[in-house]
């Protein structure tokens, strides 16, 4: 089992001034201790759950395009980045941006976006469930044709492109991976079985339902579901002492056994000394045993 560090909370000590060395010392601590990928979310004020709105929140790509600068290895990705805030062509050619100059580490995490809130606080696009959904399954068909040899038009029922032009092209091959975030069991693990590379999906006692409803999917249309990669959302706090590593590992032989093959999320007190290197030295060489 692979992990990846989620970056969700950017109100450290210091402030603004001392954000971009924080983050990059978070980045680079993750890549040295072992971890395959890193992500941050893409909204634009924080949510609910991680604090009031007024805390720091940057923006996803220009965020991604520094820690492009600032690492080697670890894989780079939003989860996942809201469909509506960006228009699917100009989405793809940031995705593509990150790639190239990342040197084919960027992965597209994409999904049909929530948060009406900061939509509305900053004038964001943020049409009814069902468009959102529309304009997804758009987005991705888009998103595809960009990363082909196809560079004719696109015509959809909410976005038209009259050419799906894309230079320079991605480093990854075929193309980026594609990872849909959610467990709508009716409209998203059906695109996950459809379009994507990997899932994510919540770490939740119905995840094992999901995945059934996942690979029910993949059986209807045709798809091998052991070609999608697995991920969860979590959240790993190994304690201040790391007096719940034992139990975060096995947590990790729980999630493997279901067949998850990445387990993503945040790590409590990550700015502080010592937090990354238990995770180097305990649990992440562990998980790479299961």
């Not at 304690?239 to 093959?261: C, F, K, M, N, S």
């Amino acid at each position: 089992m692979k992990l990846g560090l989620h970056i969700a909370d950017f109100t450290w000590d210091g402030g603004p001034a001392a954000l971009r060395q924080q983050l990059g010392e978070v980045a680079r601590g993750a890549e040295q201790a072992g971890y395959d990928r890193v992500s941050v979310m893409d909204h634009v004020w924080q949510i609910g759950h991680l604090g009031p709105p007024e805390h720091e929140m940057l923006e996803a790509y220009t965020a991604l395009g520094y820690l492009a600068a600032v690492t080697e290895r670890v894989k780079l990705l939003t989860v996942v980045t809201a469909v509506v805030y960006r228009e699917p062509g100009l989405l793809a050619k940031a995705v593509t941006t990150l790639d190239v100059l990342s040197g084919g580490r960027a992965m597209l995490g994409i999904g049909a976006a929530w948060n009406e809130e900061e939509s509305r606080g900053l004038g964001l696009f943020f049409p009814s469930t069902a468009e959102r959904f529309e304009r997804l399954e758009e987005a991705l068909q888009i998103c595809q044709q960009m990363w082909s040899e196809d560079d004719g038009p696109y015509e959809g029922k909410h976005y038209r492109l009259e050419r799906t032009l894309n230079s320079p092209q991605a480093l990854s091959r075929p193309h980026p991976p594609i990872l849909i975030g959610g467990a709508g069991e009716q409209k998203t693990l059906r695109m996950v079985a459809q379009y994507a590379d990997a899932c994510n999906i919540f770490d939740s006692p119905e995840l094992a339902h999901k995945l059934q409803v996942l690979r029910d999917h993949c059986e209807r249309l045709g798809r091998d579901y052991d070609e999608i990669e697995k991920t969860v959302q979590t959240r790993f706090d190994l304690g201040p002492h790391g007096e719940r590593v034992e139990q975060t590992i096995e947590h990790l032989h729980e999630l493997a056994d279901l067949g998850i093959e990445v387990a993503h999320g945040t790590l409590a007190g990550v700015t502080r000394p010592g937090a990354l290197d238990l995770m180097a030295e305990r649990v992440i060489p562990a998980a790479a045993a299961l």
